[in-house]
């Protein structure tokens, strides 16, 4: 059974249609796994059931093979789930350095360490410490989002489309930041608007239509099949 | 030479002191305002009256301690009351925000619908103070009045002109430098003051840090019924006690929190100060200072006064609709309403 993994998925908003139906996501540590699929396919609510911002009416989710499907977003946090919204990401008004220190605002140990493996891992991050994260370029705010993130150690990060809105020259910074914290040992979940690159760098692909799995696979092997090709990354 | 120097004394004295001094004033309940409108998200238009409850509960406790004949020397004993008033404060909106706002923050209700509530409590507080010492003047002052008098003044200089010093002012500006001092340090550099911002910044992403929003509300409150009681009390110890003159503060309030930029704690102070010493360039009669600058044959004959002292409030009104014409985000980029 995979790290994190959230199995057979029904899920609605307000009792109305169904969002999910009967969906499968799975994350393994130190590997990248992506969701794509057209506007509204669900995407995003997979990942907030994965976290706990919305209940599944059916299935269930499990962390290292136990079941969190009941646990509220905080205790997920503290189990190492860690999440980086696609919009408001950061705390603007604060610096980077406060926002790290925000990210680690459940841990009562030295976070001294931690802090040094995030400006390690984004050294612009570190120049930057005490200024204000309002005043940085879309790049370098999303990676304070990523560092804010990691300051409670997760074991697993689940980004919500950590590309969209950024300039394109930045996204490819923006991957290899996720490379980065793949090989750092780490579980990366995220839904991706940006198909094809993100394909490129996933280990595990889930093409998600109308909260159905549609095609599962490697990153490779999507990217090679022709149904995907052409529904998805135009040709 | 003199007659530059009177004309000097004479501005400080009249405009610049007491400018300082409401100024002070104004941004410690500003402050208060303000912080409320970051953490709580709406205009908390109880802050005039519950600053008035707040000074009724000092006055009751001083009138008590000087029964007893316990007092401060020279100083008010009002400042002995002090920290019990800001505790019954505390209480007093706990209450409030436990029967009122906790039920419309969990609704999550809109912000008007919360304003609304707000000028509701005002009302209400409003009532309470006028239940207990009616609307009548009180001067619960006492100890020395004057830490230099405007006499002793003269006598030092040789000058004609005097400036006094009123022990209310004197306390007014110290306690506003420790005070204002406090709240910024603690916002800056303390776990909990940052984890406030953050929650003012990005509520979701707060919470998503785990960041209790309970926590946030109650030390918000703290913070609040501490600015909000001291404010009160120098506000009285200078002009005396007058519920409606507390619940007309408000104006001026508002003004100097959206003048700063609503939301920002320096925008509070800057605004409080903008609009004190708004009020008194604009009220103060400048014919004596160009009696002693003017030769003889220009002096004026007039009283050189922009507005009457009765208008002041029109001067806040003003600032305020010339603010959200021109730069409706105030001085220090706040939010817009």
Sequence with gaps: MAYLSGTNLVAAYDQSVPILNNCTIEAEKGEVAVIVGPNGAGKSTAMKVLLGMLKPSAGSVTLEGKDISRLSVQKRIRLGLAFVPQTDNVFPTMTVQENLEMGAFLRTDDISQTLAEVYDLFPILNDRRNQLVGQLSGGQRQQAAFGRAMMTQPTIMLLDEPTAGVAPNVVDEIFDNILNLKNSGRAVLMVEQNARQALEIADKGFVLVSGRNEHTGTGKELLANPEVRRSFLGG | ?337
Excluded at chain 2, 2 to 19: E, M, Q, Y
Excluded at chain 2, 27 to 40: E, K, N, P
């Design chain 2, 1 to 337: 030479m003199t007659d530059i120097l009177n004309a000097i004394v004479l501005l400080l004295n009249f405009v610049f002191l007491p400018g300082l001094s409401y100024g002070s004033q104004l941004a410690l309940g500003a402050l208060a305002v303000t912080l409320v409108y970051a953490i709580l998200r709406f205009a908390n238009f109880a802050q005039g009256d519950t600053m008035a409850l707040s000074t009724v509960m000092t006055i009751l406790l001083t009138w008590l301690l000087q029964h007893f004949g316990i007092t401060l020397g020279f100083m008010p004993t009002a400042l002995l009351a002090l920290p019990l008033a800001i505790i019954g404060c505390l209480i007093y909106i706990m209450l409030v925000d436990t029967f009122v706002y906790r039920y419309y923050r969990r609704q999550k209700s809109k912000p008007i619908t919360i304003v609304m509530a707000s000028v509701g409590v005002m009302f209400v507080t409003g009532g309470i103070v006028r239940f207990v010492l009616g609307p009548d003047h009180h001067i619960f002052a006492d100890g020395e009045r004057f830490i230099i008098t405007a006499r002793e003044f003269k006598a030092m200089t040789g000058l004609a002109e005097g400036l006094a010093i009123k022990t209310s002012q004197f306390l007014t500006i110290t306690i506003a430098i420790l005070l204002v001092g406090f709240v910024f340090y603690f916002l800056q550099r303390t776990k909990t003051g940052k984890a406030m911002r953050a929650y003012a910044d990005n509520e979701d992403l707060a919470l998503l840090s785990g960041i209790e929003p309970h926590n946030i509300v109650r030390v918000t409150w703290i913070l609040v019924a501490i600015l909000t009681t001291i404010a009160g009390v120098l506000y009285g110890l200078d002009k005396g006690f007058m519920a409606t003159s507390y619940h007309q503060l408000l104006l001026p309030t508002f003004a100097a929190v959206i003048v700063g930029g609503i939301g920002s704690p320096p925008g509070a102070i800057i605004g409080g100060f903008v609009i004190s010493f708004s009020e008194l360039i604009l009220t103060y009669a400048y014919k004596k200072f160009f009696i002693y600058l003017l030769p003889e044959i220009l002096q004026p004959d007039s009283l050189l006064q922009f507005l009457g002292t009765e208008y002041k409030f029109a001067v806040s009104f003003v600032i305020l609709v010339i603010v959200l014409l021109l730069r409706p985000t105030g001085i220090f980029k706040g939010k817009v309403i």
